[in-house]
């Protein structure tokens, strides 16, 4: 139960974030992704230490390899500026309905980048589930138009 409510929470707290995105209006979204990161990492550290304990920083950054660097990295540069900052950015240039359904993509880009860049084998149903929400995507962003230029 307890994954499941961090799950919906998750969800929530996005929701929150876009909204606070959409309504900051055109902004500098980099920036804004900047500044609104210096947040999450005082009640991340007060977690590791309440449920860790002091001595499991030390001892994580002890265990550093070149490979949690690489994923820091990705994490830091990638996903949070790239991928968030992208995304706001659109969020304050285009319709909702015209942005969030790009949000389906998010596990079929990270099945690829698995397979990618750490070798990991893809199945068959995950195959599947990336061709279904792909052709979702399609239609939802090219129906519209497809149907409009039909005859009547």
């Known amino acids: 139960l307890l994954p499941l409510l ?69 994490m830091a540069y990638i996903a949070t500026l790239f991928g968030f900052g992208a995304w706001a950015w659109l969020l304050s240039r285009y319709n909702t309905g015209q942005v969030a359904p790009f949000a389906l993509f998010v596990p079929v880009a990270g099945i690829a980048g698995a397979a990618l860049f750490l070798g990991e084998a893809i199945t068959e149903v995950e195959i599947i589930g990336s061709v279904l929400v792909f052709g979702g995507l399609l239609i939802n962003v090219f129906g519209p138009r497809l149907r409009r230029r039909k005859p009547a």
Do not use: E, Y
């Not at 974030?17 to 007060?46: E, Q, Y």
């Open 6 to 74: 961090l799950t919906i929470a998750a969800a929530g707290c996005w929701g929150l974030g876009n909204m606070v995105g959409k309504a900051a209006g055109r902004i500098d979204m980099l920036g804004f992704v900047v500044w609104s990161a210096l947040i999450p990492p005082i009640p991340l550290l007060l977690a590791s230490l309440l449920l860790d304990g002091p001595g499991a920083i030390p001892l994580a950054l002890s265990h550093l390899t070149i490979k949690g660097i690489g994923s820091i990295a990705f």
